[in-house]
């Protein structure tokens, strides 16, 4: 089933019940994001950005994603990792911008100093929580309040990591996919019964075969357009390899 959506994603798809619809993209910075934000933009749709970084670079992204979108606002800060922060947007920001959202991509970066000196279960316990907690918070926020509006909503949750240079870092984004895919399974059960969906994107594992990863993040673009839109609608809980 997998090949079947890969093959499909990088076909020339276009969406045009998503123009207009109303998209959270939280966690974009200079280094990810960007092109998943643009491709919503370019679909014409009301798109309410959170960077996690305040540059030139983020505000000429920026200028560029608004002359493409329907409409956009924008909001800069520098706690898109902490969990209060992230609820406190949900609850605010978020869902006051246009009134509601049809979509959330949450941007999620580990850095490269994240991986090193993760030894002890503690350590490891503390990096999945300070990457994972944030998010998943502010999601079921985000869904509660699709459920209150009677909206289809589609959450997507995506893993941006450097290549592994060690078996120690590669452990590391192990543990960091397996509790995300865990955490997708759980709450997309939950919220099944309630046209929302949520998905995620990682770093495939070394088992994967490379015909059936994202090849970057123009595949993820494409992915989660694929996943807001109608063709979209009757998947949930998935776990999709990035390269």
């Known amino acids: 089933m997998l090949l079947s959506i890969v093959d499909e994603l990088r076909s020339a798809a276009i969406y ?78 978020a869902q006051r911008a246009f009134g509601g959202l049809e979509a959330v991509i949450n941007m999620i970066e580990i850095h490269p100093a994240d991986l090193v000196g993760r030894t002890s279960e503690s350590d490891l316990e503390a990096l999945v929580s300070e990457k994972l907690l944030a998010p998943t918070m502010a999601a079921r926020i985000l869904a509660n309040r699709m459920q209150l509006t009677l909206t289809q909503g589609s959450i997507l949750h995506v893993v941006a990591a450097p290549t592994p240079r060690t078996g120690a870092e590669l452990m590391v984004l192990d543990i960091i996919r397996a509790t995300l895919a865990a955490m997708v399974r759980t709450e997309s059960q939950n919220w099944a ?17 490379s015909d059936e990863t994202l090849l970057g993040e123009p595949d993820i673009a494409t992915l989660a357009l694929f996943l807001t839109s109608t063709k979209g609608r009757n998947l949930t809980g998935h776990l999709f390899g990035s390269r």
């Open 193 to 209: 019964d309630k046209g929302i969906r949520i998905n995620a994107v990682a770093p495939a594992n070394v088992l994967e075969h």
């Open 16 to 93: 045009p019940e998503l123009t207009k619809s109303r998209v959270l993209l939280s966690g974009l910075t200079s280094r990810c994001g960007v092109d998943i934000a643009r491709a919503f933009a370019e679909c014409s749709t009301r798109l309410v950005i959170r960077t996690a970084e305040a540059s030139a670079a983020v505000d000429e992204i920026s200028a560029f994603l608004a002359q493409a979108a329907n409409e956009l606002q924008l909001y800069s800060t520098d706690d898109v990792d902490e969990a209060g922060a992230a609820v406190a947007f949900a609850q605010g920001p």
